[in-house]
Structure formats: C-alpha cells, structure tokens
C-alpha cells in the first residue's frame, strides 16, 4: 500500500533522529518560554505542547485553548523552532492555523473515531502543513491507517505517524503496551510513511525514556516525540513522564543511531543462513499438515470428534517448556503453536466434511 505522500521536510541537526519537544501541556507563558529556551539552548528545532488536553475524566487540567496559542507563537518569533500541538476538532485547526502553528497532530482517542478524523480531514482540505497521527488508543492497525487514508484523501501529503502503545486492562511495566509489531506492519504496509515514536506516552515514567528512544532507534523509527518540562514535578499533566530539557540532552546524546541500509557480507550470509532455515520450517510444516490430514481421516472413519482438547493442553505445555529452554518466550511458543493447531484443526474439518 502507498499513500500520496510528500517529504516532511521538517529541521533536524542530523547527529540525531527527527526529535519533537516540548511539555505536555502549555501552562503558563513563563512555564512554557521557560522550556523552549532551554530545549533551544540544546539544540531542538520543533516545540510541542498541549494546548487542548483531552482527560480521561472531567474536572483534571484540559488545556488552556487559545489563551495558550499566542504563547506558541512567542515561542516561534523568539527561538525560531517550529511549534506543535494536538487538534482534536475542526475548531481546533482553524486556531491552530491562525496563530501560525507549523506542525499538527492527532490524538489517540481523536484516531479511533471515524467521524471526528472525517471531520479533521474536511478541514484540513487545501491546508500545506505536516500532521501526525498517533495509533488508536486499542491495537488496531487498520483503523490507524484508515485515519490515514482520510487525512491523505482529502489532500494531506506530508503525513507522519507516531507510535504512542496501546491501552490494555492489565497492569503491566508500560502506560501503554508498545506492541512494536504493529507500527513494523505499519512500516511494512507504507514504507515511504513516517514513523515517530512517543516513548512518553509507551513508558509513562520518565526513567523508561532512555531505554525506548533507543528501542525505537534499533527498530529503524524515523524520530521521536518527547514530553519535557521545565520542572517536571510541578507539571500540571503527566508529571511523571517528563524530563527537564537537560535530560532529554542527555538522552539523545547517549543514543545509538543504527544505519539501516548497511549491508555486509556477514550479514548476508546470516540472512541466507535464516532463508534455508525457513525453506525448512515451511517443509516440517507442510509434513506435519500431511500427518493432521491423515488424523482426520482416521477421526472421520471412527466417527471421533475432530477437537481433543485433552491433546491441545499437551501440546502446548510441552512446546512451552521446550521453548523457555531453548531461550524462547513461552508466550511466543503459545502463539506459533495455537497458530498450528488451528491451522491443523482447519485441515482436519475438510477432510471430515469430504
């Protein structure tokens, strides 16, 4: 799939990945000029702050709207960076762009409402300014590109996504699940998209910052947006996910920037190494499939019902054991083997229904 895009064409000091900073939310004048002379300082060509802040519940801080946006613009005439904030409304866009602001973005919960995107998208019609879209609150990649799509067709051309992980009833490490496996089918579905990742937004605590940026480096990501603050814990949103422009330096600075069109005769030879290995799963795969049909026909001649949940359980706890000791994910073996057994399952049901 390819979409109608053009370059960002957005500024960056090359030493490092595309970086967008900036506090969560833009508070107050001093707080707000505060944190951009001082990322300034360091080296950041792209501003971001809230200025409309969707809560999860009524009566936190959302945003001090347009009261905010001359603040931006100060921000703009005074260090030259360019500015950025979340839009979740027509309205929204339309003061976003009176006041000059260079870059938008979409939100999560904004993402994974058809209605409001088609909304957004109206409005952006004949506007030459860069928007990002972050995925769904939910793990959904086809809504995420859906929302996409009706940016692109309204005639969006310099589009980005950004990665900002996945909401899921657990507790767990993360804020929100990274799921990287679904921005990479992203990537693989869109290559010439964009991809930016929040580890803000992944991590929630500010000391899981380092470790995703560079995470999100060692996957190929294009840049990240990063929620950074004056005085972090005095932050009147998201307090704990926020770093002082310092830090943030620091971070960036430590980072491993990995090309990715290298390629070497080393690796060469392990990429051929994995292609024969897979020439064998695929063969393995395609026996064990003969053996499954051959169960179904026995199943269908002694009038046994195709599903032994007894044999399932089995299977999957002895795969389990052999793959955490051989340095697998028991997770990862479950998946690969419910996968199997469901495709044995499919084949045995033809055979029986023959």
């Not at 809230?50 to 009566?59: D, E, I, L, S, Y």
């Not at 909401?167 to 990287?180: D, F, T, V």
């Not at 992203?186 to 380092?210: F, K, Q, T």
């Not at 070497?264 to 053996?291: F, P, W």
Request: hydrophobic share 40%; charged share 25%.
């Amino acid at each position: 799939m390819e979409l109608d895009l053009q370059p960002l064409n957005l500024p960056s000091d090359n030493e490092r990945p595309f970086v967008i900073a900036g506090p969560c939310s833009a508070e107050t004048e001093e707080q707000v000029m505060n944190t951009a002379r001082q990322l300034a300082m360091k080296g950041c060509h792209n501003f971001r702050a809230g200025v409309w802040k969707p809560r999860t519940k009524p009566g936190g801080f959302e945003g001090n709207g347009e009261k905010a946006l001359p603040w931006m613009k100060k921000v703009k005439e005074e260090t030259h960076m360019l500015i950025s904030t979340e839009v979740a409304t027509p309205e929204h866009v339309e003061l976003a762009l009176k006041y000059d602001m260079d870059i938008l973005w979409i939100g999560a919960r904004t993402t994974a409402n058809p209605f409001a995107m088609q909304a957004l998208a109206d409005s952006l019609k004949g506007v030459d300014v860069p928007v990002f879209v972050k995925n769904p609150v939910n793990p959904d990649l086809e809504l995420w590109i859906g929302a996409l799509e009706r940016l692109n067709q309204a005639g969006v051309k310099r589009l980005g996504a950004i990665h900002r992980g996945f909401s899921s009833y657990e507790q767990k490490i993360y804020r929100n699940a990274p799921m990287w496996q679904i921005p990479i089918e992203l990537h693989r579905r869109i290559p010439n998209l964009p991809i930016i990742s929040d580890p803000s937004h992944i991590g929630g605590r500010r000391e899981l910052i380092a470790p995703l940026c560079q995470q999100a480096m060692d996957l190929g990501f294009d840049g990240l947006i990063v929620e950074s603050h004056c005085d972090p814990d005095k932050a009147w949103s998201d307090a704990k996910q926020q770093v002082t422009p310092d830090v943030l330096d620091y971070i960036l600075a430590l980072l491993i920037i990995r090309d990715e069109h290298v390629t070497t005769e080393g690796i060469s030879q392990l990429r051929k190494q994995i292609d024969e290995l897979d020439n064998q799963l695929m063969d393995l795969l395609a026996k064990r499939m003969n053996v499954c049909r051959e169960i179904g026909r026995y199943k269908k001649e002694h009038n046994m019902t195709v599903l032994q949940a007894s044999r399932y359980n089995e299977i999957l706890e002895k795969r389990g054991v052999q793959g955490s000791l051989t340095g697998m994910a028991p997770e990862f073996v479950a998946k690969v083997f419910e996968s199997i057994h469901e495709e044995s399952v499919r084949q045995q049901i033809e055979i029986v229904n023959k």
